[in-house]
């Protein structure tokens, strides 16, 4: 096996492994917004500002609009146990939406390493909100 796949299986792996503990550690709220089917992750960490943003995020279509502009792939909002999701009424710079990838897979990889580069807390950064098309 080359060190390109050997690398890939790791990632792979590491991404799974995190999705299995987070679906068995934190309570999910699951709807559908507009054409989209959402899961909110409540995170102990998150203030009861955060949980309320991001329940009108994951219940309202406008509101989801302003963190994934477009729905027809796969999203991901991830943020940083340390930097949290909102201070002083805005998101904070580390809290990141990807969109329109293939695969839940995909979003939530590429939300966490975007959020990992930006945060300044020493956690790594977890998702909060997924979007995915509805079926």
């Not at 550690?25 to 507009?34: H, I, K, L």
């Not at 930006?118 to 995915?132: D, F, M, S, T, Y």
């Amino acid at each position: 096996m080359g060190r390109k796949t050997m690398r890939t299986a790791g990632i792979l792996a590491a991404v799974l492994w995190a999705g299995i503990a987070q679906a068995q550690d934190v309570p999910v709220e699951t709807g559908v917004n507009g054409g989209s089917a959402v899961s909110l992750y409540l995170h102990p960490f998150l203030t009861p500002e955060e949980v309320s943003t991001l329940r009108v995020v994951a219940s309202n279509e406008q509101a989801l609009s302003l963190f994934v502009s477009s729905r027809s792939g796969h999203a991901a909002l991830a943020v940083s146990p340390e930097d949290g999701f909102v201070r002083s009424g805005a998101p904070v710079p580390s809290a990141v939406a990807l969109g329109d990838l293939p695969d839940a897979a995909a979003a939530r990889m590429a939300a966490l390493a975007e959020c990992d580069k930006l945060r300044k807390g020493a956690a790594p950064c977890v998702v909060v909100l997924e979007v995915a098309p509805s079926s």
